[in-house]
Each structure stands twice: as C-alpha cells, then as structure tokens.
C-alpha cells in the first residue's frame, strides 16, 4: 500500500537557519503530494502541494519539489522565523491506486529558537 | 465563511458511554472525511464520504460509525467508547476525491476514562 515517510522529530533551529525536512513516498499510482502544517493547538493547514512530477510548490517562503525519481518531496526554508514553529506533515494521495485518501507521514516537530 | 466546524471541542467520556462528533462544511463540498491523530503515529483515516449518500471505510474503521446527513454535515459515532479511542478527532473535506486539497476542521479532544 502506499506510505510516507518523513524525517522524525523534533527539530530545533535558531532562527534564520536554514530549513529541510525529508519526505520520501511509495505510491501504486501517480500520487499528489502535499505538505500540511499544524500550530500548536489547531487543525492542519495546507502548505504546499505538487500534483506532477518536477512542480514545484512553493508558499510563505517554503518550497517543495516533487522528485518522482527519488520519490521524494523535501521541504526546504531558507530562513526560519520563530512562527514557524508546528508540526509538518507531508502526505499523499493516490487516484490511480483507488483510493482517495490522504496517507500521512508521521510528522515532524519543528522549534524555532530567538 | 466558516469552514469546516466541529463540535464539541472537548469531551470526556467513561468507557461504554456513546457519543457523536459532529462535524459542518460551507464550501459546498462533495467529499468529506474523518481523522483520528495520536502521538507518533500521524493521522490515520477512519471513514469517508466521498459524495453524499455514500460512506467508506478507511484504515481504521473498528469502533465507529458515520452518517452523511446531507451535503454539509458528516458525523462519527462512538456506540461504546473504549479507552483505546482517547485521541484528537479532526474533519476534513474536499471539493471532489482524488487530488483536491483537503480542509480541516478545528478538532475535537476525546479522553475516555
């Protein structure tokens, strides 16, 4: 079945550092690929989304290439702000395995420090 | 424009009571969608409705049931509550299956004793 994989927690940056955080996939199909983010206390935000091979999703000054040949959709920020700090989620989904659903990574704890 | 609502936002129940979590879209969307988060383990479907009239199971079905009132409305029931269901419920729902962005509710805290 399909499945996410994301580089596990928590992550703890100054601020201004420079920001990845790996995603990798196995997918039956031709997935779409997303990035949700989740503030303390709330529901999950769309971040970014890639619904083809070489997009590249971008928003708030994150960025994300999908990378069928790796399978792999990092995300990157070259300069994290103390607002940054959530948990990121990368997640898929994949319409030509049948099913609709969004199959989730098991998120990552970011920490921006002052 | 509210989004996607859900009530309640916390609630605390004693294992073998029932209870139903209520969740409402206004963004006249076809495909909604239930969730249970836990620690470490991510957000794990647990049924959805890709239109109305229709219901799925998702991975972890066991426990619940749901009912699609209508376009808007998509709620879980809980008929005996188990301590294993203790977790953040959130809502979702989508314009259309497939590769449409999916929108999330608040959540709803449940702790069963």
């Known amino acids: 079945g399909d499945s996410v994989t994301q580089m596990e927690g928590p992550v703890t940056l100054s601020e201004e550092a420079f920001l990845t955080i790996n995603c990798t996939y196995t997918a039956t199909g031709y997935p779409s690929l997303f990035w949700y983010v989740q503030y303390p206390g709330e529901g999950l935000q769309l971040l970014l989304k890639?619904?083809?091979?070489?997009d590249k999703g971008s928003n708030k000054g994150f960025e994300a290439t999908y990378r069928k040949e790796t399978t792999s959709f990092h995300l990157e920020k070259g300069s994290v702000q103390v607002s940054d700090s959530a948990v990121y989620f990368c997640?898929?989904?994949?319409?030509?395995?049948?099913?609709?659903?969004?199959?989730f990574g098991k998120g990552t704890k970011l920490s921006v420090i002052p | 424009n509210a989004g996607v609502t859900q009530t309640p936002k916390f609630q605390v129940l004693k294992t073998g009571q029932s209870m139903t979590l209520q969740c409402a879209q206004d963004?006249?969307?076809?495909?909604m969608y239930w969730y249970r988060q836990d620690p470490g383990m991510g957000l794990r479907l647990i049924y959805y409705s890709a239109s109305e009239g229709t219901t799925d199971k998702g991975e972890v079905p066991n426990g619940y049931n749901v009912s699609r009132l209508n376009k808007r409305e998509f709620s879980l029931r809980l008929e005996s509550a188990a301590p294993s269901q203790t977790s953040v419920y959130f809502c979702?729902?989508?314009?259309?299956?497939?590769?449409?962005?999916?929108?999330f509710g608040p959540g709803t805290r449940l702790l069963v004793l």
């Open positions: 890639a619904t083809k091979a070489d």
């Open positions: 997640a898929l989904t994949d319409s030509g395995a049948g099913s609709y659903q969004l199959t």
């Open positions: 979702a729902s989508s314009a259309d299956r497939g590769r449409e962005t999916q929108y």
């Open positions: 963004m006249n969307h076809n495909s």
